[in-house]
């Protein structure tokens, strides 16, 4: 009955690779977002949609590129992988109340 | 422009005993105040949030904050710890509708000494 469910919970992969995030909430949420989490924990939000409308997007490189297929999914692909790239990527949902987040992706880009 | 501001990035605190998690913001539109408790390979879960009313907000696990807009904080507290509330706590400010990119101060850490 996970609310916000991300796959997978750990990616490791080379420098120069693509790969994709997936995220999907349940709870009938019309907005979703991701958020990166640094080393230092550091959390800053990347994109937000809206009813699958983006509406937030942050200074995050083109190599980023958020999809929503319905408002129950909000999947990240990402091109050309850096090092730089390493983080633990959050998925979360709201309804004009508090943000449900994911368990988390982290990402090791080697 | 919003920002928050999380003093202490460590706390360690003997069981039993009470806390505070002090975090100060700042916000040029009406504020909404939120703590989030991050346990060890988890994602964020709410404790409390500040939309307006009373400036006293209970949340779960027994913690509680205050808002104090003369002194723009909203620090976190508890009266008596437990080892289960050993995580990284996340104080965050939203904008507009409370939400819409919330910003986060950069975590606290409490540790609870057996």
């Known amino acids: 009955d996970t609310a916000v469910s991300q796959t997978p919970k750990y990616l490791v992969t080379q420098m120069g690779n693509d790969k994709s995030i997936k995220c999907e909430q349940n709870l009938g949420h019309d907005t979703m977002y991701w958020y990166k989490q640094d080393s230092k924990k550091f959390l800053k939000i990347m994109f937000s949609?809206?009813?699958?409308?983006?509406?937030i997007n942050e200074t995050v490189p083109n190599r980023f590129s958020p999809k929503s297929p319905d408002k129950a999914h909000l999947n990240l692909h990402i091109n050309s992988l850096e090092l730089g790239d390493s983080a633990v990527y959050f998925c979360?949902?709201?309804?004009?109340?508090?943000?449900?987040f994911g368990n988390g992706t982290r990402l090791t880009v080697t | 422009a919003q920002s928050v501001t999380q003093l202490d990035s460590q706390v360690p605190v003997f069981e039993e005993a009470p806390v505070e998690l002090r975090c100060n913001y700042s916000s040029s539109v009406s504020v909404y105040l939120f703590w989030y408790v991050q346990y060890p390979n988890q994602g964020l879960q709410l404790l409390l949030k500040y939309l307006s009313g009373s400036t006293l907000v209970k949340g779960i696990n027994g913690f509680e904050a205050e808002f104090n807009k003369s002194q723009t904080s909203f620090h976190l507290r508890k009266p008596s710890v437990h080892i289960s509330d050993t995580a990284e706590y996340f104080c965050?400010?939203?904008?507009?509708?409370?939400?819409?990119?919330?910003?986060f101060g950069t975590g606290t850490r409490l540790t609870i000494i057996p």
């Open positions: 949609y809206n009813n699958k409308e983006l509406i």
């Open positions: 979360a949902s709201s309804q004009g109340g508090p943000l449900h």
């Open positions: 965050a400010v939203g904008g507009n509708f409370g939400n819409e990119k919330l910003t």
